[in-house]
Each structure stands twice: as structure tokens, then as C-alpha cells.
């Protein structure tokens, strides 16, 4: 008997060094941005995120605004936000690289950074989004984008922490809370 629990507790623990080894973190992945140069998310190693996919032609559009006052505020102590421009809802961001790029500067002066535009649901899902909504890679839960500007919090580790409502404002308490604390 005691030779089957020690072969449990093997399997159990053996078990779970191999859960512990699938959990990955944001600083594995490399993008490019919307001019085409290397963005790496290890250089955000320390620091908390929020990546959020964003269009520029949704409803939810004037969300840029509080996006980049965020990010003006709250950039100098360790935050920084990372967009994903997404045509997956109703066409909204139609865009090439170099229109979204001339529209998030001349609408909402946008300084955070932006990445190539990319699908973030259905076969065709880059990397990032594949680890933020599966809970095998994150660790944390499943989810599905639901709609343009959905916001994930990474913190300081590079781990998902939470998945924020695209209606919910990126200045919301919750959010705000989570930066400073």
C-alpha cells in the first residue's frame, strides 16, 4: 500500500512541475508594432500593462482619449498600455497600418504603443491574444474578446490578472485602483 501512495504522490507532483511548466507569460512573445520594427515584451519585464484591441470606428472609439491620459499619467510610474488594432467587429477598423497609425495620432494623440493591426478571435488569432484568452497559457481563466477595446491587466511578472469590459472605461476605478496599488 504504501508503495501505491508513493507512486501517487510521484504522479501528483510530476503532475503538477508539468501544469507549472505550461503557464507562460507575455515576455515570451515579439510583435511588430505599426511601423513594422520589433516590439518585445520582455522589455516590460517590472512594469504593469494593460493590452487592450482597439478600432477606429466603433463607438467605443472615443475610448483612445482616456487611454492616452492614462497612459500620460501613469507611464513615469511603471504602466504602460499596449493596443492591437483588430478588425474582427463589424469591420470596424479597416485601416492599413499607416491610416491607423495617421488616425490614432491626429485624433487622440496617441504616444502608447501600437502594434500591427491583428486578429484577436477565430482561426486566425495572433499569439498574444491565443495566450491572453486560453486559461492553459495564462494560467488565470478562458475568455473571449467580445468586442473592440477589451482590456486585459498584466502585472509585474507578466501574468494575466484580470480581463476588464470593453464598455468599461479605461479610467474606471477598477482599473485605476489596480495601477496604483
Known sequence: MKKIIAAFC???????QIQAQVKQNIYQFKVEDLNGKTFDFATLKGKKVMIVNTASKCGLTPQYKDLEALYKEYASKGFVIVGFPANNFASQEPGTNEEIASFCQLNYGV?????DKVSVKGDDMCAVYQFLTQKSKNGLEDSEVKWNFQKY?????????K??????????PEVVNWIKA
Open 153 to 161: 491587466l498584466i502585472n509585474e511578472k507578466g501574468e494575466l490578472v
Open 163 to 172: 480581463v476588464i469590459s470593453p464598455k468599461t472605461l479605461p479610467t474606471d
Open 10 to 16: 510521484v504522479m501528483f507532483l510530476f503532475n503538477i
Open 111 to 115: 504616444t502608447f504603443p501600437m502594434m
